[in-house]
């Protein structure tokens, strides 16, 4: 992101309720002096000038001697370039950010071996294992697993979070390009997007043989350099830069792009992905990037 001293700045802010919408407003203006823009219900922006952003930023913020602090309410908010601020690309993680559930983990139950893949998904989305090997021996404990329990695991555990379909029908109707890229598995990615309203979709390719899971994965696995490509790639293609983009997960695996982005969101994300995130989203649902950007309740699309 541009360094928010030199343009003017957009505070945005989106309450998860009334009651905390309305507190994190009230003390925003006492604190700032300056009036809100309704975006919807419970969304504004705070027009900032360029040469007050930094400190109304520490303000706001509650950093050591300045002002007051947001984190004690169910809000979510961004503070961001008011320039550029409708992206033209849109490319979002899967697992736990556009749906609900980590597939891996939710086919590994079929297989009986839940537990131990949890562990490890879960140790590699905190950044803790590299992503290529984790995911080897993860697909490995599925050898054997009928390929008919992926159908049952999509039909019976799957589901959009609330707010993704808003998000990307909205953004393809103005214009944007909607991509979902995954570490998890084509057979998922393919049907998410379509349910979700994605453009295109990237991911891993299970191995299977006489309707059964070979315990493989196709190379070369799609993991977090993966993710970074594909955001350049399809930026390139549409004639943008990084900056046109804004990028959303949750795990380790996410981070590369999510710092690329001209808008980089940390949804329910780990601990090593917020803090390096341009804006999280930890309370509200997935429509907040919809105003994070600028976007009217009056301009979603269903």
Do not use: W
Request: hydrophobic share 45%.
């Amino acid at each position: 992101m541009s360094e928010l001293s030199t343009i003017p700045t957009v505070l945005t802010i989106v309450g998860a309720n009334r009651d905390a919408y309305a507190e994190a407003v009230s003390r925003v203006e006492r604190l700032l002096s300056i009036s809100h823009s309704a975006l919807g219900p419970t969304a504004c922006d705070f027009m900032l000038p360029a040469e007050a952003s930094i400190q109304a930023k520490a303000r706001v913020m509650g950093f050591p001697g300045e002002g007051t602090s947001l984190s004690d309410l169910a809000v979510d908010f961004a503070f961001q370039p008011a320039e550029n601020r409708k992206k033209r690309l849109l490319i979002a993680d899967m697992d736990s950010t556009i749906i609900n559930v980590e597939c891996l983990d939710e086919l590994a139950d079929f297989a009986g071996v839940k537990a131990q893949v949890s562990e490890i998904t879960e140790r590699a989305m905190r950044g803790e294992l590299a992503f290529e090997g984790a995911l080897r021996e993860r697909v490995g404990m599925l050898k054997g697993l009928s390929v008919d329990a992926l159908q049952s695991c999509y039909d019976q555990r799957v589901q959009l979070n609330p707010g993704a379909r808003t998000l990307v029908t909205t953004m393809a109707k103005h214009g944007a390009r909607c991509a979902l890229v995954s570490g998890g598995f084509t057979f998922f990615t393919s049907r998410v997007a379509e349910a979700a309203g994605f453009h295109l979709n990237r991911a891993n390719t299970l191995i299977e043989r006489d309707g059964a899971l070979t315990g493989e994965v196709g190379d070369p696995i799609l993991g977090k350099e993966a993710k970074l490509a594909a955001l350049r790639e399809e930026t390139a293609a549409l004639g943008l830069t990084p900056a046109d983009a804004l990028a959303v997960g949750d795990g380790a695996n996410d981070l590369a792009m999510i710092e690329a982005a001209g808008l980089g969101v940390a949804y329910r994300a780990k601990p090593i992905v917020a803090a390096q995130a341009d804006a999280k989203v930890d309370h509200t649902d997935l429509t907040t990037l919809l105003y994070f950007q600028g976007y009217r309740a009056e301009e979603f699309v269903s």
